[in-house]
């Protein structure tokens, strides 16, 4: 057990046994927590490693731990986003991976870290959490559904945001997380379908794999385009894309990636909707051993539940109903495949035409993320 008396430090990351003492912390700090997703440790390290992650090719971060004698009692990274800066005009750095115990002494001295090495860097704010940019885990949990959180989202103890309050974080911007069970679709989205369909002529059709780069190529393209205008935004490097394209490759089932295309073929919106494999991720503690994988195998036909991890259209295209055709047809694909329910995140809670959107969907918006900003 932590010695409270102890003396508090806080030592940058800098050796390969630093880093793993920053991995193995959340062991601790969730033991006992149902709804705690372990991540896998080798998704983890990879990530701080400037030859695996692309992140690093543009920016730069430095990750810190907060120690008691012997113990580690926190951690936190100071993130340095070159394009965020360059593409939004604003001197704001970033923390991110903050896990603590319930210490405000030792939350305080790991923001303090970050501080000081985002001042040195002539950052004018800090904004957060984020790991490493909002294109990944963005943002702490604040209220909702006791419940795990669905696929690359986060879960955090109940003591977090008075932490963060606490060393003068205050809120910045609230994220929505919406959920919607099988069979609660309202009777007038099939009608829109109809109307939509037959007004544009718009197809749906699926990701071909066989072409995975150039489908590639096409969903950049939209995605970019699509939450170029959103606040917080920055859109992904070709290298950053092709990073999660790689990571997320294995899991993903043509049949729940699918574009919207004019009568000619012009790909006017895409949707990619995964697995919840936060479900299958709960049961391996971190580690694909040879063991894991065949539980992973066994489990991941298990999953219940389906995260629409994007759904963007190109500007002219919406407000057209093209959404709600990529939304039936990924929940009909999903309702097929045995998943008998949908989670929607993450909304910023200012977007209310895609709020609005979604709740006309049936769904319900079911926890609440923030993100959190002080100056420097």
């Given at each position: 057990?932590?010695?409270?008396?102890?003396?508090?430090?806080?030592?940058?990351?800098?050796?390969?046994?630093?880093?793993?003492?920053?991995?193995?912390?959340?062991?601790?700090?969730?033991?006992?927590?149902?709804?705690?997703?372990?991540?896998?440790k080798r998704d983890v390290r990879a990530a701080f490693d400037p030859t695996k992650h692309p992140f690093h090719l543009h920016s730069e971060v430095q990750p810190y731990l907060a120690l008691r004698g012997r113990d580690v009692v926190g951690r936190i990274c100071a993130i340095r986003n070159r394009n965020h800066e360059a593409i939004h005009e604003e001197s704001v750095g970033f923390f991110g991976w903050f896990e603590c115990i319930d210490d405000p002494e030792a939350a305080e001295a790991l923001f303090d870290?970050?501080?000081?090495?985002?001042?040195?860097?002539?950052?004018?704010?800090?904004?957060?959490?984020?790991?490493?940019?909002?294109?990944?885990?963005?943002?702490?949990?604040?209220?909702?559904?006791?419940?795990?959180?669905?696929?690359?989202?986060?879960?955090?103890?109940?003591?977090?945001?008075?932490?963060?309050?606490?060393?003068?974080?205050?809120?910045?911007?609230?994220?929505?997380?919406?959920?919607?069970?099988?069979?609660?679709?309202?009777?007038?989205?099939?009608?829109?379908?109809?109307?939509?369909?037959?007004?544009?002529?718009?197809?749906?059709?699926?990701?071909?794999?066989?072409?995975?780069?150039?489908?590639?190529?096409?969903?950049?393209?939209?995605?970019?385009?699509?939450?170029?205008?959103?606040?917080?935004?920055?859109?992904?490097?070709?290298?950053?894309?092709?990073?999660?394209?790689?990571?997320?490759?294995?899991?993903?089932?043509?049949?729940?990636?699918?574009?919207?295309?004019?009568?000619?073929?012009?790909?006017?919106?895409?949707?990619?909707?995964?697995?919840?494999?936060?479900?299958?991720?709960?049961?391996?503690?971190?580690?694909?051993?040879?063991?894991?994988?065949?539980?992973?195998?066994?489990?991941?036909?298990?999953?219940?539940?389906?995260?629409?991890?994007?759904?963007?259209?190109?500007?002219?295209?919406?407000?057209?109903?093209?959404?709600?055709?990529?939304?039936?047809?990924?929940?009909?694909?999903?309702?097929?495949?045995?998943?008998?329910?949908?989670?929607?995140?993450?909304?910023?809670?200012?977007?209310?035409?895609?709020?609005?959107?979604?709740?006309?969907?049936?769904?319900?918006?079911?926890?609440?993320?923030?993100?959190?900003?002080?100056?420097?």
């Amino acid at each position: 057990m932590t010695n409270p008396a102890s003396p508090l430090l806080v030592v940058p990351v800098e050796s390969r046994a630093d880093l793993r003492r920053f991995i193995d912390l959340p062991w601790s700090i969730y033991r006992g927590d149902p709804n705690w997703v372990p991540p896998l440790k080798r998704d983890v390290r990879a990530a701080f490693d400037p030859t695996k992650h692309p992140f690093h090719l543009h920016s730069e971060v430095q990750p810190y731990l907060a120690l008691r004698g012997r113990d580690v009692v926190g951690r936190i990274c100071a993130i340095r986003n070159r394009n965020h800066e360059a593409i939004h005009e604003e001197s704001v750095g970033f923390f991110g991976w903050f896990e603590c115990i319930d210490d405000p002494e030792a939350a305080e001295a790991l923001f303090d870290a970050v501080r000081g090495w985002l001042r040195g860097r002539g950052l004018t704010a800090l904004r957060g959490p984020t790991s490493f940019s909002t294109n990944e885990t963005t943002g702490l949990l604040i209220d909702g559904d006791p419940r795990p959180p669905v696929l690359l989202m986060a879960h955090n103890p109940p003591w977090y945001p008075a932490l963060l309050e606490g060393c003068g974080l205050r809120k910045v911007k609230d994220l929505y997380c919406w959920n919607i069970l099988e069979g609660a679709w309202p009777e007038h989205l099939f009608r829109a379908e109809k109307l939509v369909t037959r007004r544009y002529g718009t197809r749906i059709r699926t990701l071909d794999m066989s072409k995975f780069d150039e489908e590639l190529l096409l969903i950049r393209r939209i995605y970019n385009a699509a939450w170029e205008k959103n606040w917080g935004f920055v859109p992904m490097t070709d290298a950053e894309m092709d990073h999660m394209a790689a990571e997320l490759k294995p899991i993903i089932d043509p049949d729940l990636a699918l574009f919207a295309e004019t009568p000619d073929g012009e790909a006017i919106g895409f949707t990619l909707a995964l697995p919840d494999f936060n479900q299958v991720l709960h049961k391996l503690n971190g580690r694909l051993t040879p063991l894991g994988l065949l539980k992973a195998l066994y489990y991941k036909r298990k999953v219940t539940c389906l995260r629409v991890l994007i759904l963007g259209l190109m500007e002219e295209w919406r407000g057209k109903g093209i959404d709600v055709l990529l939304y039936l047809a990924i929940f009909r694909n999903g309702t097929a495949a045995g998943m008998n329910e949908a989670d929607m995140s993450w909304i910023l809670e200012d977007n209310r035409k895609m709020n609005a959107g979604i709740e006309r969907l049936g769904a319900r918006m079911y926890r609440t993320y923030r993100l959190y900003e002080a100056p420097l």
